[in-house]
């Protein structure tokens, strides 16, 4: 089992920061990559961002490409989600998520979710 807990969602204004934090624990050893995905109401859960958990490799959202970075410190099992020049539109739950080695595509644990709220 793996766990993840999502931290840092908050209210801010347009063109403000966020850094959103993903706490990760449980068998680790077994995780393959996290991510961030979120979902605003009545839409669908889409991807954000993704880092291997081990190495550096990472990929993107295009509508974050820019804006998002996303890192993670292994040996603190903690995964970062940093968001520059918020925008309304990024406004949404934003959930940690992981993979395991054994899982070939797709995200088989989620966290609960951080709200995080764009003003214009």
């Known amino acids: 089992q793996v766990h993840v807990v999502e931290s840092g969602g908050g209210l801010v204004q347009t063109g403000e920061s966020l850094r959103l934090t993903c706490g990760v624990s449980g068998r680790t050893n077994a995780i393959a990559k996290v991510g961030w995905f979120r979902q605003v109401p009545g839409k669908e859960r889409e991807f954000v961002a993704g880092?291997?958990?081990?190495?550096?490799?990472?990929d993107y959202a295009e509508f974050v490409k820019g804006r998002f970075t996303i890192s993670k410190v292994t040996v603190e099992n903690t995964v970062y989600l940093q968001m520059n020049n918020l925008k309304p539109d990024d406004t949404a739950v934003y959930y940690c998520?992981?993979?395991?080695?054994?899982?070939?595509?797709?995200?088989?644990?989620w966290g609960q979710g951080t709200q995080v709220v764009v003003s214009s």
């Open positions: 880092i291997a958990w081990t190495g550096s490799a990472s």
């Open positions: 998520v992981a993979r395991e080695t054994s899982v070939a595509a797709g995200y088989n644990y």
